[in-house]
């Protein structure tokens, strides 16, 4: 069964510092992965996504992520955390093969303190 | 248009009315989800459309749930004698063929009083 598990619910970090939220997953066939960010009472905002290529993803602001296929994970980054990145990360999963359903974690808060 | 366009923002529903819920995609996507969004949650899937065609709806919870896409664009998703327990904001998705990409609209914030 397809599946995505996010192991923590809250991510706390200090402005300035790196930041990151995990991310693994379980899927047969070839993933494809995403990371979504949601702020309160918005919609949920795409950040950036693995397909195929090279493992390391470059998305919107500043984040990036890796894709690593032994150990089935793909790990949410910054370098440098931001006030305004305080907000609910969302991984999402699918599988390459047809099936457009997307499997969500559980999503990760993540808050910058000054 | 633009992006993914989803009215009304927000309903209150007494128990046991019906609702109507409306999703306007991205100009041209061939795909179509809906979500259901507990608060603190990840989304959980509803129904999925391929233009007009509902190929899995899976996840809707109970028969008074029901969405369409007649004609392959706007999409309603209908909650019919709502319960408490339908209170949740509701997503709605649009990708291209591939899927390789999806775009959240803002969501309908249903509560059920």
């Known amino acids: 069964a397809q599946s995505v598990a996010q192991p923590e619910d809250q991510v706390n970090v200090a402005e300035g510092n790196p930041l990151t939220v995990k991310c693994t997953y379980s899927?047969?066939?070839?993933?494809?992965l995403f990371w979504y960010v949601q702020y309160p009472n918005r919609g949920l905002q795409f950040l950036l996504k693995?397909?195929?290529?090279d493992n390391l993803v470059k998305g919107s602001y500043g984040f990036e992520a890796e894709f690593n296929k032994s150990q089935t994970s793909f790990h949410l980054k910054k370098p440098s955390a931001l006030v305004s990145d305080s907000a609910l990360y969302f991984c999402?999963?699918?599988?390459?093969?047809?099936?457009?359903?997307?499997?969500w974690g559980a999503g990760t808060k993540l808050i910058i303190k000054p | 248009g633009a992006g993914v366009s989803q009215s009304p923002r927000y309903k209150v529903a007494k128990r046991g009315q019906d609702v109507a819920l409306r999703c306007d995609p991205i100009?041209?996507?061939?795909?179509l989800f809906w979500y259901q969004q507990a608060l603190g949650q990840g989304p959980e899937f509803l129904t999925y459309?391929?233009?007009?065609?509902?190929?899995?709806k899976s996840g809707l919870p109970s028969d008074r749930f029901f969405a369409e896409r007649p004609e392959g664009s706007v999409s309603t998703l209908k909650i019919q004698r709502t319960q408490q327990e339908d209170s949740a904001v509701y997503l709605c998705?649009?990708?291209?063929?591939?899927?390789?990409?999806?775009?959240f609209g803002s969501g309908t914030r249903l509560t059920v009083v």
């Open positions: 899927v047969s066939g070839n993933p494809y």
């Open positions: 693995y397909i195929t290529g």
């Open positions: 998705a649009s990708s291209s063929r591939g899927g390789y990409g999806y775009t």
């Open positions: 999402a999963v699918r599988d390459g093969e047809g099936n457009y359903q997307l499997i």
């Open positions: 100009s041209g996507h061939v795909s």
């Open positions: 459309f391929q233009n007009e065609a509902q190929l899995d």
